[in-house]
């Protein structure tokens, strides 16, 4: 693992300009703009890649940033949205992997989650995803978090894949998250209580 001199940051408004680099004319994953789990799928198809891109920007600017970015010697070089479990409602509908215990409410504003990844290609497999959790957490519990999941991947064919845009689950384990529920093969809902939370 290549140990890396990071300062990672929230993506408000003043460094919009560093997420728009580091995502690219393409906007990361094929034009997503991380708008994968905030939009109803419908809605999103409807959507182009600028209105997309859109929907990213005005978020930078809400209260609660969208995300970190992850800077090397200043150059962005890694994402992770880390949101309240609200902000992002495709992860709550009920055929959905990521949908929430029966115990929980999607819209506790102390639950939340990290649902995305997304880092430069030359610096894929290097160990910065743990760098990511380790400031998402972090970020998490300063902005009042009581508890924060994830949905990862427990097994991808290769470790550079854009496909791990969840996250590898090896990457939450080591960061002290256990497994909730797994509703499908290889995609476990993970955990880390902060804290006193229950």
């Not at 055929?95 to 995305?116: K, N």
């Not at 997304?118 to 519990?141: D, K, P, Y």
Request: hydrophobic content about 40%; proline content about 10%; aromatic content about 8%.
């Amino acid at each position: 693992m290549l140990i890396l001199t990071l300062e990672v940051r929230p993506a408000t408004a003043g460094i919009w300009p560093e997420l728009e680099a580091l995502f690219g004319p393409q906007g990361a994953c094929y034009g997503c703009w991380c708008s994968h789990f905030r939009v109803a799928p419908k809605e999103r198809q409807a959507m182009d890649r600028d209105e997309r891109k859109e929907l990213l920007r005005a978020a930078t600017g809400e209260p609660l940033p969208p995300g970190l970015i992850a800077f090397e010697d200043g150059q962005p070089v890694g994402w992770v949205q880390v949101t309240p479990r609200s902000h992002v409602p495709r992860w709550n509908t009920n055929r959905t992997v990521s949908r929430p215990l029966d115990t929980d409410d999607p819209d506790d504003p102390g639950i939340w989650a990290i649902s995305c990844f997304f880092v430069i290609s030359r610096r894929r497999g290097q160990g910065l995803s743990h760098a990511l959790v380790e400031a998402a957490v972090a970020h998490a519990a300063a902005c009042g978090a009581r508890i924060v999941e994830a949905c990862p991947i427990a097994h991808a064919k290769h470790p550079r894949s854009p496909g791990l845009f969840t996250g590898p689950a090896s990457v939450f384990e080591k960061a002290g998250f256990s497994v909730v529920a797994e509703r499908k093969p290889g995609r476990p809902l993970m955990r880390k209580v902060l804290g006193t939370a229950a």
